[in-house]
């Protein structure tokens, strides 16, 4: 157990419909990331917050968005879903702002897109 | 961006057996992490590397650092059925960690 969690574990929703993936980080961690993985493939990096304020922004969509709040868990906004989002959505957290600090993730939320 | 390359894609080997995977790039890495992740699950931290030239070891898993800071190397000794499942690794281009970017992958099947 890495100590992130995320809800919901499964996600089934329409085309066009708008969902948000909560994560919260690990006791202490100031930095959440938000990655992507399609079917078979490697880890998109879609954004990073660093105690509540946007810090890098990788690929991703304008239609996503996310967001950090006060107590540190982060919400990702997914709208206008189409089926090509289907996908696994990973949160990370690390403590950030030293020097060596590894990520840990979540369990992912799984996405279908019908 | 800065990619990763990755290698090999997959690999198909006998229990016992010692496996090696490498990752490069073009960039300079201030850190290089190698990741496992089970059939959907979350990737879990196997080993984090922190100096160009660093050797660090857990348990049967050895990965190094390389000296241009351009790759990374993981190896398996005495490979075991748990073994299987899909390898990664992770570069960190700034000291902070912010900026990471992960290798496609090496899918491990350890045959009993």
């Known amino acids: 157990d890495s100590g992130v969690t995320q809800t919901p574990k499964h996600l089934i929703t329409a085309t066009g419909q708008r969902v948000t993936l909560r994560c919260s980080p690990r006791s202490g961690d100031l930095s959440v990331y938000w990655y992507q993985q399609s079917l078979d493939q490697g880890l998109q990096f879609l954004i990073q917050?660093?105690?509540?304020?946007?810090?890098a922004k990788g690929n991703i969509l304008e239609r996503f968005s996310a967001q950090q709040f006060p107590d540190l868990h982060s919400e990702l906004n997914l709208s206008s879903l189409e089926l090509g989002d289907s996908a696994l959505y990973f949160c990370a957290s690390s403590v950030s702002g030293t020097l060596g600090n590894e990520q840990f993730f979540g369990p992912g939320t799984r996405l279908t897109v019908l | 961006g800065q990619q990763l390359n990755q290698s090999p894609q997959s690999m198909f080997i006998q229990e016992g057996e010692d496996v090696s995977m490498n990752c490069t790039s073009s960039s300079i890495f201030n850190t290089w992490l190698w990741y496992k992740q089970d059939p959907g699950e979350g990737p879990v931290l196997l080993i984090a590397?922190?100096?160009?030239?660093e050797l660090t070891s857990n348990g049967r898993l050895t990965a190094q650092f390389g000296i241009t800071r351009k790759d990374s190397f993981l190896n398996i000794s005495a490979s075991i059925p748990s073994d299987v499942g899909i390898y990664f690794c992770?570069?960190?281009?700034?000291?902070?960690?912010?900026?990471?970017?992960f290798g496609a992958g090496t899918r491990l099947t350890v045959k009993p």
């Open positions: 992770a570069g960190q281009l700034s000291p902070y960690g912010d900026d990471m970017r």
């Open positions: 917050y660093y105690n509540g304020e946007e810090r």
């Open positions: 590397l922190y100096k160009a030239g």
